[in-house]
Nanobody, 126 residues
């Protein structure tokens, strides 16, 4: 099992920026896709961004397009989420996830992801 460790969450004012990082450890990392999900109290977990580990394909939820950027550094097996122009509605626990999905598209549903981090809190104040 791959262990994923997130970092970079915190408290920021509306309009500010944060960068989340996710580093896998454990068995040799061989996932096909990685994604960032978030879950606010009383809401379902949603995918905000995902990326194919090899290649350039990315997915963004409409709510974060133009504000968030997902990227990865294959040399150090680290996933990033740059979050700009943050809004109070972005407040949630953010999770990193890895998927071995073999389909021809980037999965955005939580059930397609096999390994999860423990989550990091992002709070945006108004």
């Amino acid at each position: 099992q791959v262990q994923l460790v997130e970092s970079g969450g915190g408290l920021v004012q509306a309009g500010g920026s944060l960068r989340l990082s996710c580093a896998p450890s454990g068995r040799t990392f061989s996932s096909s896709f990685m994604g960032w999900f978030r879950q606010a109290p009383g809401k379902e977990r949603e995918c905000v961004a995902a990326i194919k580990w090899i290649g350039t394909s990315t997915y963004y939820a409409d709510s974060v397009k133009g504000r968030f950027t997902i990227s990865r550094d294959n040399t150090v097996n680290t996933l990033y989420l740059q979050m700009n122009s943050l809004r109070p509605e972005d407040t949630a626990v953010y999770y990193c996830a890895a998927s071995a999905f073999s389909g021809g598209y980037i999965p955005s549903r939580a059930y397609a992801y096999d390994d999860w981090g423990q989550g990091t809190q992002v709070t945006v104040s108004s």
